[in-house]
């Protein structure tokens, strides 16, 4: 079993910066951040693989935010700068345990394809 709990919401003013952390407990091989805001569906923001490190963005994040991953300190941040209104949701962790690099390239985009989620976290970026 996995579980993963975001720590790291809050409410900023837009062109600020916030930095998420997921908890990792137990080892997954890829792992991600998805957001929902209210009456959206729940989309990719970054992925990250842990077999060979390569991450992977959102076009609508890409550049701004950066997600990596502490294995000493199993968690997994995502770095977001240049914040905006759109940004506002809520962030959740996603973490999947069987992850071949090159399948995770293709399919990351997708939550039906991980195993385990936390609970979220709440980002508000008021222009």
């Known amino acids: 079993q996995v579980h993963l709990v975001e720590s790291g919401g809050d409410s900023v003013q837009a062109g600020g910066s916030l930095t998420l952390s997921c908890m990792v407990n137990g080892y997954t091989y890829c792992l991600a951040w998805f957001r929902q805001a209210p009456g959206q569906e729940r989309e990719p923001v970054a992925g990250?693989?842990?077999?060979?490190?390569?991450?992977y963005y959102a076009d609508s994040v890409k550049g701004r935010f950066t997600i990596s991953r502490d294995n000493d300190e199993n968690t997994v941040s995502l770095q977001m700068n240049s914040l905006k209104p759109e940004d506002t949701a809520n962030y959740y962790c996603?973490?999947?345990?069987?992850?071949?690099?090159?399948?995770?390239?293709?399919?990351?985009?997708?939550?039906?394809?991980?195993?385990?989620w936390g609970q979220g976290t709440h980002v508000t970026v008021s222009s």
């Open positions: 990250i693989s842990t077999e060979d490190g390569s991450t």
């Open positions: 996603a973490a999947r345990k069987a992850c071949n690099p090159t399948w995770f390239r293709t399919f990351w985009k997708a939550p039906a394809n991980y195993d385990y």
